[in-house]
C-alpha cells in the first residue's frame, strides 16, 4: 500500500506546484507586457513608427489593408485565424519531423526503449491498478459516450452550432490516426502487463482521442467563463487529465513516449481546426440571432 501511496502523493504534489508555476508565470508574463505596452505608449519611438505606417499605407494600400485584417486582434477572423492557422501548420510540421525520426533514425527508438526502461521500478500493481482507470478514461467506450453526452446537451442548450466542430475534431483525429496506425505500422512494446492491444502502435489512439474530446470540452466551456482564472482552470486540469491518459498507455506499456507525443500532435491539430470552425459557425450564429441573450448570464 505505501509502495503506491507514496508515487500517488509525489505525482499530486508536482500536478499542484505545476498549476501555481503556471498561474504566476501567466500573471508576471501578463503584468509586463501590459507595462512593455504603457512604456512604448510614452516613449517619442512611438510617433515614428505611428509616420512609418502612415507612409506604407500610403504607398501600399491594398497590402496594408490586407495585413490588417489578418493581424487585427478584435476579430475572430483577424489575429486569432492567423495564429491559429500559423500554430496548426507548427503542429503539422512538428508531426512531420516525428514521422521522419521514426522511419530513419535509430535514436527516436534508443530513447524510446530508455523512457520504457525508467519507467519500469515504479511500475507495481498498485500503480498499475490506478493507470488501468486514468486509461480507460482515454478509452473507445468512454469517450464515445462523453461526445453524445456533449452532442445531446448542446442541441438541448441551444449551442446546436458547435457540434458539427466538435465532430469534425473527434472524427478528423481518428481518421489521422488509424490511417498513421496502419501505413507506419510500428510495432508495440513487449506488453507487460494483462491489457494488450491489438492495432499497430503509432500514433497513440487514446492520446489522440483524449486531446482532441476533452480538449474540445474544455474549449466549450472555458469560452462561457466570466474569469481569466475560471478559464485557466479549466484548462489546466483538462491539460492533467490529458497527459496523465497519454502517461498511462506508457507506463502500462502499451506505447512508447513518442507514440503518445505524435498523438497529442495529431489531437491538437484536428482540435486548432475544430475551433476555428467553431469561432466561424458561432459568428454566423451571432450574426442570424442578434438579440439572442447569452448563455452565461
Not at 505525482?11 to 508574463?29: E, F, P
Not at 472524427?171 to 492495432?199: D, H, M, N, W
Request: net charge positive.
Amino acid at each position: 500500500m505505501t509502495g503506491t501511496l507514496i508515487p500517488i502523493l509525489v505525482m499530486v504534489a508536482m500536478i499542484i506546484t505545476l498549476r501555481l508555476a503556471v498561474w504566476w508565470g501567466l500573471r508576471l508574463s501578463s503584468l509586463l507586457f501590459s507595462k512593455s505596452v504603457t512604456v512604448l505608449k510614452q516613449v517619442q519611438v512611438r510617433k515614428d513608427i505611428s509616420g512609418l505606417v502612415s507612409r506604407i499605407r500610403t504607398s501600399f494600400p491594398e497590402t496594408t489593408r490586407l495585413l490588417q485584417a489578418r493581424l487585427t486582434p478584435s476579430r475572430y477572423t483577424g489575429l486569432p485565424l492567423t495564429l491559429t492557422v500559423i500554430a496548426a501548420l507548427y503542429i503539422a510540421a512538428l508531426l512531420g519531423g516525428l514521422v521522419e525520426e521514426l522511419l530513419e533514425a535509430d535514436e527516436l527508438i534508443r530513447l524510446d526503449e530508455g523512457i520504457n526502461q525508467r519507467i519500469g521500478p515504479i511500475r507495481t500493481d498498485g500503480m498499475i491498478t490506478v493507470f488501468i482507470w486514468i486509461t480507460d478514461l482515454g478509452g473507445s467506450v468512454a469517450l464515445v459516450a462523453v461526445a453524445l453526452v456533449t452532442t445531446g446537451l448542446l442541441w438541448a442548450h441551444r449551442r446546436r452550432h458547435m457540434i458539427a466542430p466538435l465532430w469534425l475534431t473527434i472524427l478528423g483525429s481518428q481518421i489521422t490516426t488509424y490511417a498513421g496506425k496502419y501505413v507506419l505500422a510500428r510495432q508495440r512494446p513487449e506488453f507487460l502487463t494483462e491489457l494488450a492491444a491489438v492495432t499497430p502502435s503509432f500514433p497513440s489512439g487514446h492520446a489522440t482521442s483524449a486531446m482532441a474530446v476533452y480538449g474540445f470540452i474544455a474549449y466549450i466551456v472555458a469560452r462561457d467563463l466570466m474569469t481569466t482564472r475560471q478559464r485557466f482552470e479549466m484548462i489546466y486540469w483538462t491539460a492533467v487529465l490529458i497527459s496523465l491518459i497519454g502517461f498511462s498507455r506508457m507506463f502500462l506499456g502499451l506505447h512508447y513516449a513518442s507514440d503518445v507525443a505524435a498523438g497529442f500532435l495529431v489531437g491538437a491539430f484536428w482540435l486548432l481546426l475544430g475551433f476555428a470552425l467553431a469561432e466561424h459557425k458561432h459568428h454566423q450564429h451571432q450574426t442570424a440571432n442578434p438579440y439572442e441573450p447569452p448563455l452565461c448570464q
